[in-house]
C-alpha cells in the first residue's frame, strides 16, 4: 500500500529519518535539535505539513520504541531509514488505528503529546529563523 508519491520519496524519506530521532529512547539537546531544524526548514514543507508527517506517518510507527509496556530497552542510537520507508510505504504505520483498540491508540496520541511537547515545540520556531 504506497501512501507518499514515488516522486515525494526522495523528499520525504529525510524528514522521516530526521522526525525518528524525536522517538529514541534518550534525550535531545538543543544542539541536536537545531540540527534537526535546520534540516527541515532545508525540506520544503511548511511547518503544518511537517506536523502532519510526524503525526500520521512516524508517530503511529515509532511510538512503542518510548512505551516500557512494549519494549524494556528501546532504541537509542537511530532507526534505519529503509526499515522506516519499507514499513510506512506497506502502511504499517496505521497499524494501530484499525487492528489495535482504544488502548494503543490513547498511548500513542499520548507519546505524540509528549514529543510534541519536549521536542517540537522547541523545533518550530526554528523552521522560520534565517
Not at 508519491?5 to 524528514?15: N, S, T
Not at 530526521?18 to 522517538?23: G, K, N
Not at 515509532?62 to 532504541?75: D, E, I, K, S
Not at 499520548?110 to 526554528?126: C, H, N
Amino acid at each position: 500500500m504506497l501512501v507518499v508519491p514515488h516522486d515525494e520519496l526522495p523528499r520525504r524519506r529525510p524528514v522521516w529519518e530526521a522526525r525518528s530521532d524525536f522517538f529514541l529512547d534518550t534525550e535531545l539537546e538543543d544542539e541536536a535539535l537545531g540540527k534537526i531544524a535546520a534540516f527541515l526548514r532545508t525540506s520544503g514543507y511548511s511547518a503544518a505539513q511537517l506536523e502532519k508527517i510526524l503525526k500520521a506517518e512516524v508517530a503511529p510507527l515509532l511510538y512503542g520504541n518510548l512505551c516500557l509496556w512494549v519494549t524494556v530497552a528501546g532504541v537509542w542510537n537511530g532507526f534505519d531509514v529503509d526499515w522506516i520507508e519499507q514499513r510506512i510505504l506497506a502502511g504499517k504505520h496505521r497499524w494501530y488505528q484499525r487492528w489495535y483498540g482504544f488502548a494503543n491508540r490513547c498511548c500513542c496520541d499520548g507519546i505524540l503529546r509528549y514529543v510534541k511537547k519536549r521536542y517540537w515545540s522547541r523545533v518550530l520556531p526554528q523552521l522560520c529563523a534565517p
